[in-house]
């Protein structure tokens, strides 16, 4: 067996002062790290604090604008994905990427197959693909099974085996347990002890506490794009690490809100005991009109699930949805949004927008009827309505025309809030309004977000990012794997009480 | 997750200074589109082309005439073709659905009740095969492909069987005397093209249909989660592609007096070329019908050429290959400024 030649405790990687700007964004901001030979060292931080880019910086998929990597003391350049595996550093992504239709075998050395004049050497593949899995400690997947017929778990290992196949000596794992059940979250956690006895250094992202308390050396914190802390102890309590993740400065001020004091109990949602198993179940809640109420919880907990169910995209198992007082037939997106209800879908490019078509297509795309005589379409007032709408979204050209391909991520999400506003919704839901929105347009996003709750449409709204649910919301509702957790004033919150909520293993506050 | 990387991706997105949008087919104001002067002119430099081989007689009246009435059944044809492909789909059964309105329409106990019966009889057959096709694409959830090859297969068979393969000669001389006659000086088959031209356009582009079409083919998610009933409206498109055969297969018996479980062979991939052609997209969601006539003119001006200076039908191929390549990069080089 081929044993990486770390010596235990040795120095592999050291980074500091790393910078990393986008347009707009100043995603990491002088972040330090160092990691040695047989560790397993976690990564903590909220959404947004940079986790993702300082992984991609290691892999070699983006390039660092300033700062030093040292790897093994000397300078190095991680200038490739491809240069980040030939000096020892692989990574296993959140989102596997494994081909489902290959072989185990052919996954573990896709794009560096052994071959001999061009042949593949199958033989030679298989055995290696064995070996590792034996390694692993799962002797018994087949190399020639095919990588779709795997479970979860199964998949996770052969995206493990190839990061061995690669001779990695650093193995980073962007929370590797995310689709795991609990005994796969045990053998994950052998083969790692196992990994790191054999001097390989692992970088572990997740958000349970608990396991990094079961498996983590050292605790990295990110806040911002910045190293808060570094070289933590493990068992460093948890009110600490949630303080050094909570009171991130948030570059947007929240627009200062009257809170909805209108006596009147105008209920437009009311949820109750809503159910999809294996997403989440018994979810009640109620909104009321004017009103904006917040679902915190990790990317998983169910909230964008909850939100497509109430919107009938998803078909419930169990509860109601009623809006203004009429229930909504389960599974029907026609139904829901002829109740008067808006989605704004988590993924607005491929769930939301005609890209290629004008903006004046996409924002009358739910009130085609309305914007018709008899089937036959009035385009003048398509085009007139739709460039008041722009202008009122400040959407910068306000050409009705356009492509909405041109157009920058918050002003495309501008779109499809116009879309619901010209359909004159009562409910609006709202997944993850600010994802890829820039600062500037995030601004302009919560003041239309309390404009609209100001003329008396209830809000829905789900992000990870606690601060912005706290800053938008008047209610807010904390999920945690499927359940609902707590719900409260969002005044009556502080930031590091929903994240310690959020994050499983710690222990709840509240 | 939605991390930092997330937020990183403004960078591919900001704003760039963009190519005029793509006038969009319903800007309801004259715009010159390149695309379609680009394929104009090949229309005109063929034309040239024919008329200089052959000075009198391309341009005769006979010969735009026969030229417009072999181009008016694929024409109809291509018409439900571009509804297809612009709601992102593909219909491979078009000929067969021909082939089988045409002898339906003509079997003796169909000619027995007369000709608005052979009428009625194309239409409910043509546009009832097409259901088929879109039920079992909408709700069975079968691929297109897979679907429309199933017709393809089984329409031509039936047509074979109800015919005993045999050809069935129109024997109603109203029938004959209608469709083979002129109105206005025009042949009624080229008034039926335009006919079906004209209200599908109007139904393309000025209609909640046409925009629901256009909706479905550029991004059926974001039209469901827009409340739009995707199913229901993708089995109308590909029934609309049927009563477009139903019509053609009229056309087709008019025009050789006879139905037969031959006629229509190879119509689906002429529609196709010209759809394509003329510049609608194979993945859905942009296209237009002006395009698509323009395409199906081609191939009939090329076809007369050939005919007319007695080329053989294997150069006639050739030469079809080589205009939907043609064709086709022409249009990549005058999109490509945009980025996709």
Known sequence: MKEPVNEPGEVLLTMSGIVKTFPGVRALDGVDLEVRAGEVHCLLGQNGAGKSTLIKVLSGAHQPDEGEIRWLDRPARFSSPDAALRIGVATMYQELDLVEGLSV??????????????????????????????????????????????????????????????????????????????????????????????????????????????????????????????????????????????????????????????????????????????????????????????????????????????????????????????????????????????????????????????????????????????????????????????????????????????????????????????????????????????????AELYGLIHELAASGVAVVLVSSEVPEVLGLSDRVLVMREGRLLTEAPANELTEAAVLDMVMEGSEVVL | MSDVGEKASPAEETEREAAPAQPMAASGRFRVDIRLASLLGVLVVLCAVGYFLKPDSFLSESNVSSMLRLAAAIGVVSVGMTFVIIAAGIDLSVGSMVALASVWMTTYATQEMGMFVMVLCALAVGLGAGLVNGVLIAYGRVVPFIATLAMYASARGLAERLSNRETQTVSVTSYNEFFRGDILGIPVLIWMLAVVFAIGWVVLNRTTFGRRTFAIGGNAEAARLAGINVKLHTALVYGIAGLCCGIAAIMVVARTTSGSSTNGMFYELDAIAAVVIGGTLLSGGRGTLIGTLIGVLIFTVVNSIFTQNNLQTDVQNIAKGVIIIVAVLLQYGTTRNRKT
Request: a neutral charge; proline letters at 4%.
């Open chain 1, 105 to 442: 075998a052919e996954n573990i050395f896709l794009g560096h197959e052994p071959h001999t004049l061009g042949f593949a050497r199958r033989g030679l593949m298989r055995a290696r693909a064995r070996e590792l899995m034996r390694r692993l400690g799962h002797p018994e997947i087949p190399p020639g099974r095919e990588v779709g017929l795997l479970s979860a778990a199964g998949q996770q290992l052969v995206s493990m085996a190839r990061a061995l196949a690669h001779d990695a000596r650093l193995i980073i794992m962007d929370e590797p347990t995310a689709a795991l059940a609990a005994d796969e979250v045990d053998n994950l956690f052998r083969v790692v002890a196992d990994l790191t006895a054999e001097g390989v250094a692992v970088v572990y992202i997740s958000h349970r506490l608990e396991e990094i308390r079961r498996i983590g050396h050292r605790v990295t914190v990110l806040k911002d794009g910045r190293t808060v802390g570094t070289n933590l102890a493990a068992d460093t309590p948890t009110s600490e690490l949630v303080n050094l993740m909570s009171g991130r400065q948030v570059e947007t001020v929240f627009p200062h809100r009257e809170a909805n004091t209108t006596d009147v109990t105008d209920e437009v949602l009311a949820v109750e005991g809503l159910t999809r198993a294996g997403e989440f179940s018994d979810v009640s809640f109620t909104v009321r009109a004017g009103e904006i109420v917040g679902i915190a919880g990790l990317v998983g907990a169910g909230r964008s699930e909850v939100l497509e169910t109430v919107f009938g995209a998803r078909r419930a198992d169990a509860g109601t949805v009623t809006v203004n007082g009429r229930r909504l037939r389960n599974g029907s997106v026609t139904a829901a949004v002829a109740a008067g209800v808006g989605l704004a879908p988590e993924e607005r490019k491929s769930q939301a927008l005609l890209l290629d078509q004008a903006v004046a297509s996409n924002v009358i795309l739910a009130s085609l009827p309305a914007f018709s005589r008899g089937g036959f379409s009035d385009l003048a007032r398509e085009y007139r309505v739709s460039r008041e709408m722009l202008e009122r979204l400040d959407l910068r050209p306000p050409d009705p025309r356009r492509e909405v391909r041109t157009f920058s991520g918050g002003n495309q999400q501008k779109v499809v809030v116009a879309r619901w506003l010209v359909r004159e919704c009562t409910l609006l839901l709202l997944d993850e309004p600010t994802r890829g929105v820039d600062v500037g347009a995030r």
